[in-house]
């Protein structure tokens, strides 16, 4: 069985002038994607935000072919776009134009633009792949990659150095955290797709403190490995005006460039990260002092 329709929400982009007004049910509306992944489906969200398609694919008894939406007026999904996926689920392959890649649990691929058949299946419908994906415009095309965190290099397949799994923080201030950068400069070419993960060490539970901004890039986290009774409450907003939505397991948040983007959970938990915009300096942000925070 094949799975072909790839059904698209559009959501708009906003300004930090309507956002402090917003009730927590427009907060959730406009920021938040509930429910990434279903069983069979490919869900996606294209925000105007520095256009980046966000999505989740999860097959069980289906294969699925991710195809071109409606609202993105193209041939097919990468005619003038670029890929990054990161499996959170059990094992699976990513068929790109003929070429079948088996993608591990916590692994990845970079497709680049111009590939015409994208192809999505578990290799165990008992134990199915989570696929998450951001896409953004690209304007040339470059190879697609493999990436690991684990493992041996070769023509195609790209092992994550040690100098992109970078340790931060500290137990003491409840923020040591793994970071391990999967698409940017100097790994993986893309056009302006640059995606990670990072791993929060037990007993701690602030993610990326203090907080920022970068108004170059639009950043959208997708928070996974939290409990059913867990959560994460993600601050969003300017400094000075900052909001929070309460985030479940597998749920991701669109942060536009002008807001913070941080979080803080009932327990450790992993988030993976995704930025497109202007350029791809990953150090390009402007600090936040927290005594500065409101």
Same mark, same amino acid.
């Given at each position: 069985?094949? &799975? ?29 994607? !509930? ?48 890929? &990054? ?11 790109? %134009? ?5 993608? %591990? ?31 953004? !415009? ?14 041996? !290099?070769?023509? %195609? ?98 942060? !536009? ?5 941080? &979080?803080? &959970? ?25 005594? %500065?925070?409101?």
């Amino acid at each position: 069985k094949e &799975g072909r329709l790839s059904k698209m929400e559009v959501r708009t982009a906003a300004s930090p002038k309507d956002v402090k007004h917003y009730t927590t049910e427009r907060l959730r509306e406009e920021f938040l994607i !509930p429910s990434v992944f279903c069983k069979d489906e490919i869900k996606l969200v294209y925000s105007h935000n520095d256009r980046i398609i966000v999505g989740g694919i999860m097959p069980v008894e289906k294969k699925l072919m991710l195809t071109a939406a409606q609202e993105i007026r193209a041939e097919y999904f990468l005619q003038r776009r670029e890929l &990054g996926v990161i499996n959170i689920g059990g094992p699976g392959y990513v068929k790109v %134009d003929g070429k079948i890649w088996e993608i %591990d649990s916590r692994d990845g691929i970079y497709i680049g633009m111009g590939n015409r058949e994208l192809c999505f299946e578990s290799k165990d419908r008992k134990n199915p792949a989570k696929f998450y994906l951001n896409s953004a !415009p690209a304007h040339q095309s470059y190879p697609t990659k493999r990436i690991k965190q684990n493992g041996n !290099p070769d023509e %195609d397949t790209v092992v994550i150095s040690q100098e992109n799994k970078v340790e931060l923080g500290k137990l003491e201030s409840s923020n040591h955290r793994t970071i391990c950068k999967y698409i940017l400069p100097g790994q993986v070419k893309s056009c302006q797709l640059e995606m990670g993960m990072t791993s929060l060490k037990p007993g701690s539970v602030w993610n990326t403190l203090p907080c920022h901004t970068h108004d170059r890039r639009m950043e959208v986290y997708l928070y996974f490995d939290i409990p059913e009774d867990g959560f994460v409450m993600h601050y969003m907003g300017e400094p000075t005006e900052t909001r929070h939505i309460i985030v479940h397991n597998e749920e991701a948040v669109i942060s !536009p460039s002008w807001s913070i983007h941080s &979080g803080c &959970g009932s327990q450790a938990y992993t988030f993976i990260w995704g930025m497109v915009g202007e350029n791809q300096d990953f150090d390009d942000m402007d600090g936040i002092d927290n005594k %500065d925070l409101r």
